[in-house]
């Protein structure tokens, strides 16, 4: 077993060898023709490395020529075959701006937002690639409004805008969780005012009511009375926007809560 394994080794490297020989010279050669023609058979042949490395020697050399189109389309793609988003995105971007005339300048303007949709993270993690990827969507929108891929744009919108209301959320929510309800009420408000059509909107609003009331609760008499008004006026838009939400009961009581601490506040002292 072991020598039919080194026997093979030799054998794969007969193979190898002259390749890398090859590739080694042309690396060397000054024939930019080759290279060129090169670089083109080992994309197609999938092999991005090498041809990324000699399209990366040949963009300056070409540049204002008639390959320079074709050079600067397969380096973008070389790019992103090999998973280097961040890179091939700036270079798709730089396409569409240099050659917009191409018939290559629409798909390149998609591919450079679509670079930044994968470079986007997950929810828990940094957006500013989601917000970048919803910029560049809506840029190639408002560009190519007749685009057969307008579809695809609004569907990759929608999920990107998801992950920012998640986000959102979730950050809302833990304001709440560990107590800070000062800072769950601007929080919860700040969702439900930047997605109105958020599918957390009526657990949200019923979290604003219970935020001014343990807010108000935890706070000095003087701002009492005010916090408690505001959870009053909160349950009072609450029931007439969800009257048969899941969280009505438990609305109710805290409004009951609140008009008792209120009442509770303003009896005469004796």
Not at 9 to 26: A, H, N
Not at 110 to 117: G, H, K, L, P, S
Not at 136 to 145: H, K, R, T
């Amino acid at each position: 077993m072991q020598k039919l394994s080194t026997l093979f080794f030799f054998i794969l490297l007969l193979f190898v060898t002259p390749s890398c020989s090859e590739y080694s010279k042309l690396l060397k050669s000054t024939d930019l023709e080759k290279k060129y023609a090169m670089a083109l058979k080992y994309y197609e042949k999938g092999d991005y490395i090498r041809c990324v490395t000699l399209l990366e020697e040949l963009i300056p050399l070409y540049k204002g020529t008639d390959k320079s189109e074709n050079i600067m389309f397969h380096y973008a793609y070389a790019n992103f075959e090999m998973g280097d988003y961040a890179l091939a995105g700036y270079h798709f971007k730089t396409f569409a701006r240099s050659f917009p005339s191409s018939t290559h300048a629409e798909e390149c303007a998609y591919m450079n937002a679509y670079c930044y949709y994968l470079s986007s993270s997950s929810f828990t993690l940094d957006q500013e690639d989601t917000k970048a990827a919803i910029k560049e969507f809506q840029s190639f929108v408002n560009q190519y409004p007749g685009s057969t891929r307008i579809k695809d744009c609004n569907e990759t919108l929608d999920k990107l805008r998801g992950k920012l209301e998640k986000k959102s959320y979730e950050i809302a929510k833990q304001y709440y969780s560990i107590g800070d309800y000062k800072a769950s009420v601007v929080a919860f408000g700040n969702t439900l005012k930047d997605f109105p059509e958020t599918q957390y909107r009526e657990e949200l609003s019923f979290l604003i009511i219970k935020s001014y009331f343990l807010l108000a609760k935890n706070s000095v008499d003087l701002k009492k009375e005010e916090r408690l008004n505001l959870s009053i006026e909160s349950y009072i838009k609450f029931v007439d926007n969800y009257p048969k939400s899941e969280y009505i009961k438990e609305a109710e009581s805290v409004y009951d809560q609140a008009l008792k601490l209120k009442a509770k506040i303003n009896k005469p002292q004796i």
